[in-house]
């Protein structure tokens, strides 16, 4: 590494921050974490030869902080910054700022962030350099009657976008003219949010496309190549959620056309450095220009594998001004890489907070790889993206690949922090997926056409079943003194049948247990379940369920029992972990996850009608409007805008309009 280098400044967190150093320690540099106060004793803060705190949780006042964060890195020595992705990375003015203050930018120049900063100003480059590009609006400052008129030639669906930033925030599809205005005011909400910008763009939004990128890489003396494509189609909110290199079924043709097209946008904006030019592809070939990241991508370890080059070191060689090397990469095998999140899947993916209290992560080998920027006791806030870590794994072919990343699924055990673990599991294992090629809007048609699919639907009643009878037997376990209440046999004068409460979610479960010849008879509800060969370990339980052995492992955290199937985990309560059985009004309108209140649109004695925006509440970058569940006036509002609130509170109750006598 050119002394150019030496102290490494990481101006981000998380996995992506740890990922950095692991490179930076190995080419013998020297770096500086920053961190909020939320994440005072995260990963990235020990892992740093040195670590500053820079402000309270609030994005704002800490890891967008750039006087603060630039105060730091003089104060520190550091001779570069690496933004990582999200956050600074693709802001323009603090790539400036860096080279005012002389540091060296891990990333392209500020002009190059500039001119892709803007997506509207990006697809009119883009247009003018040859590139393909779909019809839409620049710049949408506001919605007036020409605008209107403009958007119904172009013809709907349409997609808003936010000028800045990226990860699909702030992101709206409207199918019709009556969405428009408050998609917009939602989408310019989060933009505002999420990038401290709140400009928006529209364009013709493509029903069923695929999302393909090129990954290219530009040096400073003017050499520009691309590193392949990645399929990154399988998404929810315009949030990716796996993605794989090569892309399935593409032709070499299409797979040279997209290339060479990726690279000519990189050239005409001057590009240096690793960036990804992002296209959509319809089902007749066509392809367009969508965006350009002016950044290391998330999903960039499965170029890695691939291609076996550690980007990010090429990173810092290219900003340093070494030439990238005059050999193509040559393309090995396949990757696909799962992201996991802090997410509810099974409630249409809300974001989800809380303290992770056990962490298992499945071993690393040279098949598969983990990217975490987390730890057993870590609080996962309201205030960061929802994104815990990646599991990347590699084959030699994509069937491969796929069966090593639902191996390395399997072995994450995650308790206390609900995640889209089991959800990826079962994707994995669709039909649909193991063709692949689906297109983006593969979940929200499944949720729209069959809403009782198996892969929204959560664990199957047989595994919930096991999970229930393994809780009852571990509670007879624990609070039996007497060795043949835990380890049931034929006996002339059998026990009374043992009955469980429990909870799976909030509905309860009534487990009775009844003593056999062998072991023990269960019911739950209308199910009857033979049980034998019981055997306790330390976090294990072993048994056969009506002949079929069960191995769950388990953790106990209080009254909350978390069990790891292999693909499923369930959690299992005991009654008064949730307190007292007082009904909720049909009126209330509850939290549907915890974070912060951004907008409450009425006031106390508001006639609403069905449907109505009521409240906006943002959590992990992301923003959720809550609607009038019926017609009505509005009768308290428990707490202002700016506030946060935890799951399952009362934001503000409703009164139903009186019925007609008649």
Same mark, same amino acid.
């Given at each position: 590494?050119?002394?150019?280098?030496?102290?490494?400044?990481?101006?981000?967190?998380?996995?992506?921050?740890?990922?950095?150093?692991?490179?930076?320690?190995?080419?013998?540099?020297?770096?500086?974490?920053?961190?909020?106060?939320?994440?005072?004793?995260?990963?990235?803060?020990?892992?740093?030869?040195?670590?500053?705190?820079?402000?309270?949780?609030?994005?704002?006042?800490?890891?967008?902080?750039?006087?603060?964060?630039?105060?730091?890195?003089?104060?520190?020595?550091?001779?570069?910054?690496?933004?990582?992705?999200?956050?600074?990375?693709?802001?323009?003015?603090?790539?400036?700022?860096?080279?005012?203050?002389?540091?060296?930018?891990?990333?392209?120049?500020?002009?190059?962030?500039?001119?892709?900063?803007?997506?509207?100003?990006?697809?009119?480059?883009?247009?003018?350099?040859?590139?393909?590009?779909?019809?839409?609006?620049?710049?949408?400052?506001?919605?007036?009657?020409?605008?209107?008129?403009?958007?119904?030639?172009?013809?709907?669906?349409?997609?808003?976008?936010?000028?800045?930033?990226?990860?699909?925030?702030?992101?709206?599809?409207?199918?019709?003219?009556?969405?428009?205005?408050?998609?917009?005011?939602?989408?310019?909400?989060?933009?505002?949010?999420?990038?401290?910008?709140?400009?928006?763009?529209?364009?013709?939004?493509?029903?069923?496309?695929?999302?393909?990128?090129?990954?290219?890489?530009?040096?400073?003396?003017?050499?520009? @190549?691309?590193?392949?494509?990645?399929?990154?189609?399988?998404?929810?909110?315009?949030?990716?959620?796996?993605?794989?290199?090569?892309?399935?079924?593409?032709?070499?043709?299409?797979?040279?056309?997209?290339?060479?097209?990726?690279?000519?946008?990189?050239?005409?904006?001057?590009?240096?450095?690793?960036?990804?030019?992002?296209?959509?592809?319809?089902?007749?070939?066509?392809?367009?220009?969508?965006?350009?990241?002016?950044?290391?991508?998330?999903?960039?370890?499965?170029?890695?594998?691939?291609?076996?080059?550690?980007?990010?070191?090429?990173?810092?060689?290219?900003?340093?001004?070494?030439?990238?090397?005059?050999?193509?990469?040559?393309?090995?095998?396949?990757?696909?890489?799962?992201?996991?999140?802090?997410?509810?899947?099974?409630?249409?993916?809300?974001?989800?907070?809380?303290?992770?209290?056990?962490?298992?992560?499945?071993?690393?080998?040279?098949?598969?790889?983990?990217?975490?920027?987390?730890?057993?006791?870590?609080?996962?806030?309201?205030?960061?993206?929802?994104?815990?870590?990646?599991?990347?794994?590699?084959?030699?072919?994509?069937?491969?690949?796929?069966?090593?990343?639902?191996?390395?699924?399997?072995?994450?055990?995650?308790?206390?922090?609900?995640?889209?673990?089991?959800?990826? @599991?079962?994707?994995?294992?669709?039909?649909?997926?193991?063709?692949?090629?689906?297109?983006?809007?593969?979940?929200?048609?499944?949720?729209?056409?069959?809403?009782?699919?198996?892969?929204?639907?959560?664990?199957?009643?047989?595994?919930?079943?096991?999970?229930?009878?393994?809780?009852?037997?571990?509670?007879?376990?624990?609070?039996?003194?007497?060795?043949?209440?835990?380890?049931?046999?034929?006996?002339?004068?059998?026990?009374?049948?043992?009955?469980?409460?429990?909870?799976?979610?909030?509905?309860?479960?009534?487990?009775?247990?009844?003593?056999?010849?062998?072991?023990?008879?269960?019911?739950?509800?209308?199910?009857?379940?033979?049980?034998?060969?019981?055997?306790?370990?330390?976090?294990?339980?072993?048994?056969?369920?009506?002949?079929?052995?069960?191995?769950?492992?388990?953790?106990?955290?209080?009254?909350?029992?978390?069990?790891?199937?292999?693909?499923?985990?369930?959690?299992?309560?005991?009654?008064?972990?949730?307190?007292?059985?007082?009904?909720?009004?049909?009126?209330?309108?509850?939290?549907?996850?915890?974070?912060?209140?951004?907008?409450?649109?009425?006031?106390?004695?508001?006639?609403?009608?069905?449907?109505?925006?009521?409240?906006?509440?943002?959590?992990?970058?992301?923003?959720?409007?809550?609607?009038?569940?019926?017609?009505?006036?509005?009768?308290?509002?428990?707490?202002?805008?700016?506030?946060?609130?935890?799951?399952?509170?009362?934001?503000?109750?409703?009164?139903?309009?009186?019925?007609?006598?008649?």
């Amino acid at each position: 590494m050119s002394r150019l280098l030496q102290k490494l400044l990481i101006a981000n967190r998380g996995e992506i921050a740890v990922r950095i150093m692991r490179t930076a320690h190995r080419l013998g540099m020297h770096t500086i974490a920053i961190y909020s106060t939320a994440d005072r004793d995260a990963p990235h803060v020990r892992l740093a030869s040195e670590s500053h705190l820079i402000g309270d949780p609030a994005p704002a006042l800490s890891y967008l902080n750039v006087e603060r964060l630039l105060e730091i890195a003089a104060t520190c020595g550091a001779d570069a910054i690496h933004p990582g992705y999200g956050f600074l990375a693709e802001n323009a003015d603090f790539a400036s700022r860096c080279a005012d203050q002389g540091l060296v930018f891990v990333g392209p120049p500020a002009e190059a962030i500039a001119q892709m900063g803007g997506k509207g100003q990006a697809r009119a480059l883009m247009s003018a350099a040859g590139v393909p590009t779909l019809p839409g609006i620049d710049v949408l400052s506001g919605i007036t009657d020409d605008t209107r008129e403009e958007l119904r030639r172009i013809g709907y669906p349409l997609l808003l976008k936010p000028e800045a930033g990226g990860g699909g925030k702030g992101m709206k599809i409207v199918h019709d003219e009556g969405e428009l205005a408050g998609h917009f005011d939602a989408g310019q909400r989060e933009a505002a949010s999420a990038f401290g910008n709140s400009a928006m763009m529209v364009e013709k939004y493509l029903l069923a496309p695929r999302h393909i990128e090129i990954q290219v890489f530009a040096d400073q003396v003017g050499n520009c @190549i691309h590193l392949g494509e990645r399929d990154c189609s399988l998404q929810r909110r315009h949030q990716k959620i796996i993605e794989e290199s090569p892309a399935p079924h593409l032709t070499p043709a299409l797979r040279e056309a997209m290339g060479l097209a990726a690279v000519t946008a990189a050239r005409a904006i001057g590009y240096v450095n690793a960036g990804t030019v992002e296209f959509l592809l319809d089902a007749d070939g066509g392809f367009y220009f969508m965006e350009m990241n002016t950044r290391l991508q998330v999903e960039h370890p499965v170029t890695e594998f691939v291609t076996g080059l550690d980007l990010v070191e090429w990173q810092l060689r290219v900003a340093a001004g070494e030439p990238l090397p005059d050999a193509p990469a040559a393309v090995d095998g396949h990757a696909v890489e799962a992201r996991i999140y802090a997410e509810d899947t099974y409630n249409d993916f809300l974001p989800a907070a809380g303290r992770i209290n056990y962490l298992r992560l499945p071993a690393a080998s040279t098949r598969l790889r983990v990217d975490s920027g987390v730890q057993e006791g870590e609080q996962v806030g309201v205030y960061y993206d929802p994104m815990l870590m990646k599991i990347i794994a590699h084959g030699d072919t994509r069937d491969a690949a796929l069966a090593q990343l639902a191996q390395g699924l399997a072995g994450l055990h995650l308790a206390g922090v609900h995640s889209n673990r089991d959800f990826l @599991i079962a994707m994995l294992a669709t039909p649909a997926f193991a063709a692949g090629g689906i297109a983006t809007n593969y979940l929200d048609r499944l949720a729209a056409d069959e809403p009782e699919s198996t892969l929204l639907a959560g664990a199957p009643a047989t595994v919930q079943a096991s999970a229930l009878i393994a809780v009852a037997l571990m509670l007879l376990e624990t609070n039996s003194a007497d060795p043949w209440d835990v380890l049931p046999g034929f006996r002339l004068n059998q026990p009374d049948k043992v009955q469980q409460t429990l909870h799976i979610g909030v509905a309860e479960r009534s487990v009775v247990l009844t003593p056999a010849r062998y072991g023990w008879t269960a019911r739950i509800d209308d199910g009857r379940y033979e049980i034998a060969d019981i055997t306790f370990s330390d976090d294990h339980l072993t048994f056969t369920l009506d002949q079929v052995a069960q191995s769950p492992a388990c953790v106990r955290v209080d009254d909350v029992f978390t069990m790891f199937f292999p693909d499923a985990t369930i959690e299992v309560t005991l009654p008064n972990h949730f307190g007292s059985d007082a009904e909720v009004d049909e009126g209330s309108l509850m939290a549907p996850m915890a974070g912060r209140i951004t907008s409450i649109m009425v006031a106390i004695g508001d006639d609403v009608k069905k449907g109505q925006p009521l409240v906006a509440i943002e959590a992990m970058k992301m923003e959720h409007t809550l609607t009038a569940p019926h017609g009505g006036t509005v009768e308290s509002i428990a707490f202002a805008e700016s506030d946060l609130v935890d799951e399952g509170i009362e934001i503000l109750t409703l009164a139903a309009p009186a019925e007609s006598e008649t």
